[in-house]
Structure formats: structure tokens, C-alpha cells
């Protein structure tokens, strides 16, 4: 499957994605609301005064490391490569903080809940940050940083 | 409690989908947006594989007054299509591109790869109380 792209994981990514999306409507149709990672996040951490109920945020956010802890234990172990420099990590998790604050969201919450629901502001913002991150991710490319 | 409990399972439920999907690894989340590299079209499908329920999910939402275990369904209401939502996507799939992270990933990573992990997700948090401060 894919012979194109040899490193693709076609089958576990539905199969992930599905998980996600099964998480993301047990949020909405058992608490009614968005799952949100980086509002979640926010709200967990006391950095938000709106939104769902700290208890509710705090939760979720647990849940998140729990899940994937299992998932490693089940499968043997997950890869990460992260980058050998802590700079990508404090840099981009600067933008990626401040960014989701001021564009209302993230991945999960417009990428999935927000273009699942045929959101228009849900849908621009995952235009612009995806087309942000292939811009970047080319930039650093041809930069030399890849 | 029964919220606790919801919020807790659709949390672990959702990073475990990250961690078995690849998406809780930052090359291949960079590998995605590396449209002049080596390209690696995993994320489409997790994207795809997680708007199929919620799609689902939204239908069914329409059909009723409140959710299970809640009083009402708290939803963004927000139509406006501004400078903050364009700029602020923007800085976000900058910082995506660089670290390879997102928020999900971040913190699904504090259980696998803890240090730099770690590193991110107080940058994160750093840059959310920057807005809170600048707002």
C-alpha cells in the first residue's frame, strides 16, 4: 500500500484517527463540549478563565500521556525523534502557545471538531496553518535546518 | 465524578489515537509538511480517520437537547473571520512546522519521551500566558 511513500502508516493512522475522533465525540455528545487540546490545556492550567470546568480540563490533559503510555506499553514502545536541539522545541512551542491562544484553537479543535462541523473560521484557520507549516517546514528545508 | 471519568477516557482514548497513529512522533509530523522531502502522507489519514465520527457525532448532536452526562452543550459560537484567527493560525502552523508538535502530541509525549517533552510543553505554556498578558 502506498509503494510511493515507503514510511507511510496508512493503516495504523485510520485506525489512530478513528480514535481520535471517537475521543473527540465522546467530549462533545457526553460533556457537550470541544475537544480542544490547546484550550483544554489552557483551562487546566489556570492560564484560561472561560471554558470548560478546570476539573473537566485537568482530566483530559491527564488522560492524554496516559493514553499514549499505554499504547506503549501494549505495542512495545512508541518512536519519537525529536529534533537533537532543544531551540525547535522552545521556539515552536512559543508559536504554537501563543498562536493557538490568539487563533482560538488547534489541530484538534478546529482541524477536527471545528472542520467536522463545517465550521468557515475552523476551516481558514486550518488553511493558513497548515499552508504556515508546509511554508515553514520548506523554508527550513532549503535553509539547511532539515 | 462520572464527567471526571468521561473527560479522563475520551483524554486517554485521544492520546492513545496520537501515539498509535505516528502522530505523537515529531519527524513524521514534519515529515507531512516537508512537501520538497520526503514526504510522508500519514497525518492525511489520521485527519480523515478522526472528522469520520465527529462528522457522526455533529449529526447526532442536532437531534438532541443536551448531552449525556451534562446540562447543555457549551459550543464556540464565534462566525467572525478576523485578524486574530488568521494571524494567530498563522504563528501556530509556524511553531508546528519547526517542533513537529502540536498541543495533543506535547503532552501525549510527557509519558513517552519526557525531556523534550517537557521542554515544549513549557514553552507552550509560556507562550499562552504571553497572550494572556498581551491581551
Known sequence: MLAAFPHAMPVEGLIGGLMIGIAAALMLLGLGRIAGVSGLAARATGIADSGAPRSIAIAFVIGLPLGAFLVSLATGGVVTRFPPSVIPMILGGLLVGFGTRLGSGCTSGHGVCGMSRLSRRSLIATAIFMASGFITVALMRFGGLL | ?135
Open chain 2, 1 to 135: 465524578m462520572i464527567r471526571l471519568a468521561i473527560a479522563l477516557v475520551a483524554g486517554s482514548i485521544f492520546g492513545a489515537g496520537l501515539a498509535f497513529s505516528g502522530m505523537s512522533d515529531p519527524a513524521r509530523v514534519q515529515g507531512f509538511l516537508d512537501l520538497f522531502g520526503n514526504w510522508d502522507p500519514t497525518l492525511a489519514f489520521v485527519m480523515g480517520g478522526a472528522i469520520i465520527p465527529m462528522a457522526f457525532a455533529w449529526l447526532i448532536q442536532r437531534r438532541i437537547d443536551k448531552p449525556f452526562a451534562d446540562a447543555h452543550f457549551s459550543l464556540p459560537g464565534t462566525v467572525d473571520i478576523d485578524r486574530k484567527l488568521a494571524i494567530g493560525a498563522g504563528l501556530f502552523g509556524a511553531g508546528w512546522g519547526i517542533s513537529g508538535l502540536c498541543p495533543g502530541p506535547g503532552l501525549a509525549d510527557l509519558a513517552i519521551n519526557p525531556l523534550p517533552a517537557l521542554t515544549f510543553v513549557i514553552a507552550m505554556l509560556a507562550g499562552m500566558t504571553v497572550h494572556r498578558v498581551t491581551n
